[in-house]
C-alpha cells in the first residue's frame, strides 16, 4: 500500500487533521493487511492498541450478550477508521469485528498515534466528533429496538444498506449478509428476520436472487409501519 501522505482514504477520517509530517511518520510505522472474509479482526475484550484504517471492504462490529446472541451495533466502511476509542482509553474492547468481505487495512499502533493527539488539537476534535457520532447512533438503536416493529427495524436495515453501499449490477444489495446477521442487526430471532422477509417478498418490496436481496420499492419499506 502507498504512503498515508498521498492516500485519498484519509479524507474521509480523521486523519485528515494531521499534518504532512505527522502523516509521513505514521506511514513508516503503520503495517498493511489483507483480511479475508468471516475473519475476526478483534474479538470483546482483545487490547486493540491501535486504529485500522479501512482501505476497502467492510466489517460489522458486534457484542454477545448473556444468551450467546451477537448484536451487530455498527458497519464499518471504506474511509473509516476502527478501533478509535482504545486511543483515548485503556481498555480492551468492549465489540468484536468481524470482516463482511475481503478487506484492506492499515493498522496504525496506538504509541505511534497518541502523541499526535495530545500535540494537535483538530485531529484530537475530529476524533471526539467521530465518537461523538458513533454515540448518537448507538441511542438511536436504543430507541429503535424499544419502540419499533421488527417489520419497521428490518425496514429500515434493507433501506440503510441500499442507501450506503448501493447495488450490483443486478439490482441486488452490494452488501451480502446472512439471514442470521439481518437478525442481528435488528435484535430479533432469525426465524423471526425469515419470516418478516418472506413478508416483504409476497408484498412485492424485495425480491431474491439465489441469498441476494433486490429492493423492488423502496418508497414502500419506508412506508412501512
Not at 56 to 79: H, P, R, Y
Not at 157 to 166: D, T
Given at each position: 500500500?502507498?504512503?498515508?501522505?498521498?492516500?485519498?482514504?484519509?479524507?474521509?477520517?480523521?486523519?485528515?487533521?494531521?499534518?504532512?509530517?505527522?502523516?509521513?511518520?505514521?506511514?513508516?510505522?503503520?503495517?498493511?493487511?489483507?483480511?479475508?472474509?468471516?475473519?475476526?479482526?478483534?474479538?470483546?475484550?482483545?487490547?486493540?492498541?491501535?486504529?485500522?484504517?479501512?482501505?476497502?471492504?467492510?466489517?460489522?462490529?458486534?457484542?454477545?450478550?448473556?444468551?450467546?446472541?451477537?448484536?451487530?451495533?455498527?458497519?464499518?466502511?471504506?474511509?473509516?477508521?476502527?478501533?478509535?476509542?482504545?486511543?483515548?482509553?485503556?481498555?480492551?474492547?468492549?465489540?468484536?469485528?468481524?470482516?463482511?468481505?475481503?478487506?484492506?487495512?492499515?493498522?496504525?499502533?496506538?504509541?505511534?498515534?497518541?502523541?499526535?493527539?495530545?500535540?494537535?488539537?483538530?485531529?484530537?476534535?475530529?476524533?471526539?466528533?467521530?465518537?461523538?457520532?458513533?454515540?448518537?447512533?448507538?441511542?438511536?438503536?436504543?430507541?429503535?429496538?424499544?419502540?419499533?416493529?421488527?417489520?419497521?427495524?428490518?425496514?429500515?436495515?434493507?433501506?440503510?444498506?441500499?442507501?450506503?453501499?448501493?447495488?450490483?449490477?443486478?439490482?441486488?444489495?452490494?452488501?451480502?449478509?446472512?439471514?442470521?446477521d439481518f437478525a442481528n442487526i435488528?435484535?430479533?430471532?432469525?426465524?423471526?428476520?425469515?419470516?418478516?422477509?418472506?413478508?416483504?417478498?409476497?408484498?412485492?418490496?424485495?425480491?431474491?436472487?439465489?441469498?441476494?436481496?433486490?429492493?423492488?420499492?423502496?418508497?414502500?419499506?419506508?412506508?412501512?409501519?
Amino acid at each position: 500500500m502507498g504512503k498515508c501522505e498521498q492516500c485519498i482514504i484519509k479524507q474521509f477520517n480523521s486523519l485528515k487533521s494531521l499534518t504532512k509530517d505527522e502523516l509521513v511518520r505514521i506511514s513508516n510505522c503503520k503495517t498493511s493487511h489483507t483480511i479475508k472474509k468471516g475473519t475476526v479482526i478483534f474479538e470483546e475484550g482483545d487490547a486493540v492498541n491501535g486504529v485500522y484504517c479501512v482501505k476497502d471492504g467492510i466489517c460489522k462490529l458486534s457484542k454477545l450478550s448473556e444468551n450467546g446472541k451477537d448484536q451487530i451495533v455498527k458497519m464499518v466502511v471504506k474511509g473509516q477508521l476502527l478501533g478509535q476509542r482504545s486511543l483515548v482509553s485503556d481498555e480492551n474492547s468492549n465489540l468484536q469485528a468481524t470482516a463482511l468481505n475481503d478487506m484492506e487495512v492499515c493498522f496504525i499502533p496506538k504509541s505511534e498515534i497518541i502523541a499526535d493527539l495530545q500535540n494537535n488539537p483538530k485531529f484530537s476534535f475530529d476524533v471526539l466528533k467521530d465518537m461523538a457520532h458513533d454515540l448518537r447512533e448507538a441511542d438511536d438503536i436504543i430507541v429503535n429496538m424499544a419502540q419499533k416493529s421488527v417489520r419497521q427495524r428490518l425496514a429500515e436495515a434493507l433501506i440503510y444498506i441500499h442507501n450506503s453501499f448501493g447495488v450490483n449490477p443486478d439490482g441486488t444489495l452490494s452488501v451480502l449478509l446472512s439471514r442470521e446477521d439481518f437478525a442481528n442487526i435488528v435484535g430479533t430471532a432469525t426465524e423471526s428476520a425469515i419470516r418478516v422477509l418472506s413478508q416483504f417478498k409476497k408484498e412485492g418490496l424485495i425480491s431474491t436472487i439465489g441469498k441476494q436481496i433486490k429492493i423492488e420499492r423502496l418508497e414502500g419499506l419506508k412506508r412501512i409501519e
